[in-house]
């Protein structure tokens, strides 16, 4: 089965701009979690989303934010883009969320801002 | 704050060497605990998937080993292999969320 699809692969954006990545889970996965991973900070967790609510949200700004629609499919936005904000950000989808289910991920979408 | 460490931050091994990388965590109640490999420009695979109940998961020649009440957590891999160079990441789940707090990896390269 098809996995954990992202789109767009890679984009590059002027400061102050804003973006939005697209994420197809897994077929049946009802769970979407996304990260940002940069060479200094790792990976870190932005949110979560199960059956449209979001369920959990990491420490970054109001400028990152997201939704999920009732096909699961979700997407997360940034706005008024900063050099900073330059990173992979990863989707990842589970069964249910929550602890016990194996999380699998996308190949993600590499974000440059220029 | 659960704070998740990784070393060595990278390892050169020769092929064939059974080798271990370490993870280890502050705050023991956690959930689960997954091992992830991420190769160059590439998203994570999950490899292995310990429960908080568990104290160890095997899956070929990976075996990775879970002691909640120290914080640790071993991933073992038996003969390594050129095609095992990849950075390896484990994370860790607390309460009822899904939400992963990642090490910041293991860059693992076995020379041929």
């Known amino acids: 089965k098809a996995g954990v699809t992202q789109t767009p692969r890679y984009l590059i954006k002027t400061r102050g701009q804003q973006v939005t990545l697209s994420c197809s889970p897994i077929s049946g996965h009802r769970s979407v979690s996304w990260y940002q991973q940069t060479p200094g900070q790792g990976l870190q967790f932005l949110f979560e989303y199960f059956s449209e609510t979001q369920r959990n949200k990491g420490n970054f700004p109001g400028r990152f934010s997201g939704r999920q629609f009732s096909n699961s499919r979700s997407e997360m936005n940034v706005s008024t883009l900063e050099l900073g904000d330059s990173a992979l950000y990863l989707c990842?989808?589970?069964?249910?969320?929550?602890?016990?289910?194996?999380?699998?991920f996308g190949e993600g979408s590499w974000l440059t801002v220029v | 704050k659960q704070e998740v460490t990784q070393i060595p931050a990278a390892l050169s091994v020769p092929e064939g060497e059974n080798l271990v990388l370490n993870c280890s965590f502050t705050?023991?109640?956690?959930?689960?605990l997954q091992w992830f490999r991420q190769d160059p420009g590439k998203g994570l695979t999950s490899l292995l998937l310990?429960?908080?109940?568990?104290r160890e998961q095997t899956s070929g020649r990976l075996n990775a080993s879970l002691d909640k009440s120290s914080g640790r957590s071993t991933l073992y891999i038996a003969a390594s292999q050129p095609g095992d160079s990849a950075t390896y990441l484990c994370?860790?789940?607390?309460?009822?969320?899904?939400?992963?707090?990642f090490g910041k990896g293991t860059k693992l390269t076995v020379n041929p």
């Open positions: 994370a860790v789940t607390q309460g009822g969320s899904e939400k992963l707090v």
């Open positions: 990842a989808s589970s069964l249910t969320g929550g602890a016990g289910n194996t999380i699998y």
């Open positions: 310990i429960q908080s109940s568990q």
């Open positions: 705050d023991s109640a956690i959930y689960n």
